[in-house]
């Protein structure tokens, strides 16, 4: 069982930056294809980023691509997203999640293991 905890999230101006982390607790993180989602009140979950086990190869929403990088540190079992020119649509509970496969996915149901979530909220 992999367990997924997220943190970085919290009340931002719009214009502003955050970085979420996800912390893994698992020797075999560095298998596994990291993918970062979001949900809004009201609204599906939705696919924010995507990073294959190596770091190499990434994937990014239409809304999100040039203001949101993701990354990981395998040695520290822990993926990343720095969210930057924040605006109030990005406001969601943002989930971490893992997949068996080592490359990512824009699709949820393709990932095996989720975090709790953590809630971002970007004030106008």
């Known amino acids: 069982q992999v367990k997924l905890v997220e943190s970085g999230g919290g009340l931002v101006q719009a214009g502003g930056s955050l970085r979420l982390s996800c912390v893994a607790s698992e020797r075999t993180f560095s298998s596994r294809a990291m993918g970062w989602f979001r949900q809004a009140p009201g609204k599906e979950r939705e696919f924010v980023a995507a990073i294959d086990r190596n770091g190499m190869i990434t994937y990014y929403a239409d809304s999100v691509k040039g203001r949101f990088t993701i990354s990981r540190d395998n040695a520290k079992n822990t993926v990343y997203v720095q969210m930057g020119s924040l605006k109030p649509d990005d406001t969601a509970v943002y989930y971490c999640?893992?997949?068996?496969?080592?490359?990512?996915?824009?699709?949820?149901?393709?990932?095996?293991?989720w975090g709790q979530g953590t809630q971002v909220t970007v004030s106008s």
């Open positions: 999640a893992a997949r068996t496969a080592g490359l990512g996915s824009r699709w949820y149901a393709d990932y095996d293991y």
